[in-house]
């Protein structure tokens, strides 16, 4: 639930937040006009590879504010975006968004960047995404392979031939896909060898407690299970150098997490790719 602190901030107390009617009615009415009043941004938290600690990517992030409301995490607005279908036209607006800044900064670092988008199964239930993830890597010249977009179990609801057609139209296109918050969910591991996914994520449930109140024994067979499918995989959430040691030792391809970076605004990740050497 939430709690106004003064000075427009909402303070929210638990991961699962129940609004009671009026105020997912006021997000509602506040959302529909969030795009026309210019109140959407897009952070960027780096990933990077647990080698090297070389950024190679970053996932874009949904941020919003309003003048009202303050700061309302995308965790809050969501779900209500997602019920009222306003996750169509938002997320196309986080698909173009992320595609022309990718572009942006191949141009200016002439590095290869994966920028990775999460992608709504609302928005994966319709038919045109594809179209648009298309004519947006045509309008804005963006390597296909520099996007990678993210799904999560909630995609694998039914129809399982549907679901791995329009994997595999993604895939024709070059883009890459991965699988989020992994092993949160149930039905990974019936449906991990059917449907061609790139890379897997580590959800942050099984990192965060290590090694005080969880062995690492999960994240250990989540990343054995990935390499021995052939999929990269990635450990979210990393905050401690204990876990990142751990995760690297186990042979985790790539970490994203508050230990090397936050989500940042897009001047603030140019600011530090610029500095990077390569
Ligand atoms: P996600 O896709 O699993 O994104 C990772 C979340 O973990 C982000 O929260 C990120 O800020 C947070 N995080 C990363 N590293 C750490 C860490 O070391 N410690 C902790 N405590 N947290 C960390 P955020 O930005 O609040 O986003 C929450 C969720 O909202 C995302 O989870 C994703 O499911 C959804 N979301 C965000 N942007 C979009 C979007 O553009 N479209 C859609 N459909 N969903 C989005
Ligand atoms: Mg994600
Ligand atoms: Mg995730
Ligand atoms: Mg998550």
Not at 109 to 134: G, H, M, W
Not at 160 to 174: M, V
Not at 177 to 192: A, C, P, R
Not at 223 to 232: D, S
Request: glycine share 6%; proline share 3%.
């Amino acid at each position: 639930y939430a709690i106004q602190t003064g000075g427009n901030t909402y303070v929210y107390y638990e991961k699962e937040i129940t609004h009671s009617y009026l105020e997912n009615l006021k997000l509602e009415t506040h959302l529909r006009s969030a795009l026309k009043k210019n109140e959407l941004s897009l952070n960027y938290q780096p990933q990077v590879v647990a080698e090297t600690k070389e950024i190679i990517g970053m996932e874009a992030l949904l941020r919003w504010n309003n003048d009202e409301l303050g700061n309302v995490g995308p965790a809050q607005f969501i779900p209500v975006a997602e019920r009222t279908d306003l996750i169509i036209p938002i997320g196309d607006w986080v698909l173009e968004e992320a595609i022309k800044q990718n572009k942006k900064w191949m141009v200016l670092t002439n590095r290869r960047l994966v920028v990775a988008v999460n992608l709504s199964p609302v928005q994966f239930k319709k038919a045109d995404f594809i179209e648009v993830i298309k004519q947006l890597l045509e309008k804005y010249e963006l390597p296909a392979e520099l996007l990678e977009v993210e799904v999560t179990e909630g995609i694998l609801v039914k129809n399982i031939d549907s679901i791995k057609s329009k994997l595999d139209k993604i895939k024709e296109l070059g883009v890459k896909v991965s699988i989020d918050d992994f092993g949160t969910g149930y039905s990974s591991l019936k449906y991990l060898k059917r449907l061609n996914f790139d890379k897997l994520k580590i959800d942050r449930e099984f990192i965060k407690n290590y090694p005080e109140r969880d062995n690492g024994n999960i994240a250990k067979a989540i990343i054995m299970l990935a390499n021995q499918n052939g999929l990269k995989v990635l450990a979210e959430g990393v905050e401690t150098k204990e876990q990142f040691n751990f995760l690297k030792d186990n042979g985790c391809d790539e970490i994203q997490g508050y230990y090397f970076y936050k989500p940042i605004t897009a001047s603030e990740f140019e600011k530090i790719i610029l500095n990077e050497k390569n």
